[in-house]
């Protein structure tokens, strides 16, 4: 009896080791390749590198347009846990975010509770916000599903200044109008980026060699227009609209002599940043 009740088993576990062999082969050779790029797939983070855009000069060097570092908060819902592992209240998180970067709780809510992968929380945030949100991650133990990406904003330092000159720039830091987005091929520059392996909770393997390419920084310009000038011209246009009831009045100074455009006024204006 024991010996065929071993006889028995020794067959039993063949057959499995068989079968073991054969799903092996199955998952190796005729499925291997496919198998192989899944994996790829989801092993590898694409992640962009922004360029610092180009400034912009008055005709004497007063900066009229320029860039400064700010970070993109992003979050993967189905990967936030505690340092042991454990799920994190995402109410708790909502309101946490929402008093940080002064959003509305159930807009913020509402996001993290979505089937996505990736929710932008806050874009162009300044570093005295991204240090708070480190300190509340240190404080709270939440290090996982939290993204801080370096980005960059633009700030127009005289505000109104030439404000249908210069134009502005959208979300994504492209010229939208004005000298902001005819110029965009000179001040835009090009994107670089960085390929990772990164683990199951999207954290980096370290070790690991990753693919880096360097972003290519905008080039700096200058104008004819002089911001004293346009300063003098923009007061007393909006002061002759204002006084004459007008709609709209458009004031253009030029260097006779070289025909350089020193000053270029539109009323009404509007604020760039």
Do not use: C, H, M
């Given at each position: 009896n024991n010996n065929n009740k071993l006889k028995i088993t020794m067959r039993i576990l063949i057959i499995v080791l068989i079968l073991l062999v054969f799903r092996l082969a199955f998952l190796q050779i005729v499925?291997?390749?496919?198998?192989?790029?899944?994996?790829?797939?989801?092993?590898?983070?694409?992640?962009?590198?922004?360029?610092?855009?180009?400034?912009?000069?008055?005709?004497?060097?007063?900066?009229?347009?320029?860039?400064?570092?700010?970070?993109?908060?992003?979050?993967?819902p189905k990967n936030l846990k505690y340092?042991?592992?454990?799920?994190?209240?995402?109410?708790?998180?909502?309101?946490?975010?929402?008093?940080?970067?002064?959003?509305?709780?159930?807009?913020?809510?509402?996001k993290l509770t979505s089937a996505k992968s990736y929710i932008k929380i806050a874009s162009k945030v300044e570093n005295d916000k991204i240090d708070v949100l480190r300190a509340w991650m240190k404080e709270n133990q939440i290090?996982?599903?939290?993204?801080i990406e370096s980005a960059v904003k633009r700030y127009y330092p005289y505000n109104n200044l030439a404000s249908h000159v210069i134009g502005f720039t959208g979300?994504?830091?492209?010229?939208l109008f004005g000298l902001e987005n005819s110029l965009e091929n000179i001040l835009g520059g090009t994107v670089g980026q960085v390929v990772s392996l990164t683990d199951s909770v999207q954290a980096e393997i370290p070790n690991q060699q990753k693919s880096y390419i360097q972003p290519k920084n905008g080039s700096n310009v200058y104008l004819?227009?002089?911001?004293?000038i346009q300063s003098?011209?923009?007061?007393?246009?909006?002061?002759?609209?204002?006084?004459?009831?007008?709609?709209?009045?458009?004031?253009?100074?030029m260097a006779p002599d070289t025909g350089n455009i020193l000053a270029m006024c539109?009323?009404?204006d509007y604020n760039l940043n």
């Open positions: 499925q291997g390749e496919e198998l192989s790029r899944k994996a790829s797939v989801q092993q590898t983070t694409t992640k962009t590198i922004q360029p610092t855009r180009g400034i912009i000069y008055d005709t004497n060097g007063k900066l009229l347009a320029i860039s400064a570092d700010v970070d993109t908060v992003s979050v993967n340092s042991d592992n454990s799920e994190v209240d995402l109410e708790f998180v909502a309101k946490s975010f929402s008093e940080i970067f002064g959003l509305d709780y159930a807009e913020t809510l509402e290090y996982a599903g939290i993204n979300t994504d830091n492209n010229g004819t227009i002089d911001v004293n003098i011209a923009e007061k007393y246009l909006s002061q002759a609209v204002i006084d004459n009831k007008a709609d709209y009045g458009t004031v253009i100074i539109n009323y009404p």
